[in-house]
């Protein structure tokens, strides 16, 4: 969900300047976003500032100023930029499997140092464009994530007609809410625990999407 | 659960203030955290200030300073000051009514203007003083609802043995995710849904405590 969270790039090879995508407006945008996570990681949203990332990419702030505008900016499109990428769930053959790999790869971007995705879920209640960027991010992830609730229709694991946003939400809710607002610490049951609920809860027709009205 | 949340005073007629417990210092307390709620819900975290509160309150900004120090003391003060009353859960005689009823005042206190709860959660991502009563709060919210699930449990509609925090953080943990998090408008079925949620998956056995080790 916010697993395929954004990294700095410090850790894996930097390819050529040539070969990245995009040429030099690509290449300044992920010198710039690259930044952006680096500072957050470090120093969290209230060490932010648009000259800090400025000095740390090495890109000009007059630049940094006029493309991104402020830390809002800043911070709307490192979360776009993760929303760009290839991932896909979990796709271990059960409802219950899918959906406990999922929640682990959730509590492992929550928990992960330095705390990137915390700090930007922290940030979405200070920033209004920082929020409309994270909702942006979780609406595709749960959208991509529908098609676990697919295959376990295909697999007669599930009826049709099952609310797959509905059970996505109830599998994920427990880990974001224990994790995020309660500040328990992190478990290797919670995970699994939460899938197991929300797969026995589907089980027991708990999505069942009711028939349109006026149907007999 | 955050449903008794402080309201400002001033919708209620206020007792003379000899009549109130705890004399002057229980007083000069109540117009304070009085203020600071005024303020936080006409204003929200980044209009709050030592020195508006004292303002509105009429205390002396050195009384407020020396008895709550800074932003953060004040809402930890608010919050703890939340949890001194006498809420009870609903009780409605099933526990998917129980949850559902729970559910309700919760979205309602998250949705209420001023939105005084929303605000108070999202000061607990900047202020560690209120992080930490804000989780003292939900800790007591949560162990006073546990009665819920013993009622289901005398009732026979859970068995012995059933987690009663497990079940209560999934059935509430959607409601906060939508509305907090996600930051989906509220709708009049979330709260049901997320109870007959977790009270099918309770009837399951999702919530059932494994025996201590050793047992046969």
Redesign the interface.
């Known amino acids: 969900m916010t697993s395929s969270a954004p990294e700095p790039e410090g850790a894996r090879p930097v390819p050529p300047p040539q070969r990245r995508p995009g040429g030099r407006s690509a290449r300044i945008r992920r010198q710039v976003l690259d930044a952006v996570l680096a500072e957050l990681g470090e120093h969290g949203y209230d060490g932010l500032t648009v000259d800090s990332v400025a000095a740390r990419s090495g890109v000009h702030r007059a630049t940094v100023y006029r493309r991104w505008g402020d830390v809002g900016g800043l911070l709307a499109d490192v979360l776009d930029a993760a929303g760009d990428d290839a991932w896909q769930p979990p796709d271990t053959g059960s409802l219950e499997g899918d959906l406990a790999a999922l929640n682990r790869e959730i509590q492992d971007a929550l928990v992960a140092e330095p705390p990137i995705v915390a700090a930007l879920?922290?940030a979405s209640?200070?920033s209004e464009q920082a929020?409309h960027a994270q909702?942006r991010l979780?609406e595709d992830r749960y959208a991509r994530c529908e098609v676990i609730v697919r295959r376990a229709v295909e697999r007669a694991e599930l009826p049709l007609g099952t609310d797959a946003r509905?059970l996505l939400?109830?599998a994920?809710?427990?880990v974001?809410?224990?994790l995020?607002?309660?500040?328990t610490p992190p478990g290797p049951d919670l995970p699994g625990?939460?899938a197991?609920?929300?797969a026995?809860?589907a089980?027991?027709?708990?999505?069942a999407v009711p028939p349109p009205a006026g149907d007999t």
Chains 1, 2 share one sequence.
């Open positions: 879920i922290a209640f200070r929020d909702r979780w509905r939400i109830a994920t809710a427990p974001y809410h224990q995020v607002l309660l500040r625990q939460a197991r609920t929300a026995l809860a089980s027991a027709g708990a999505f």
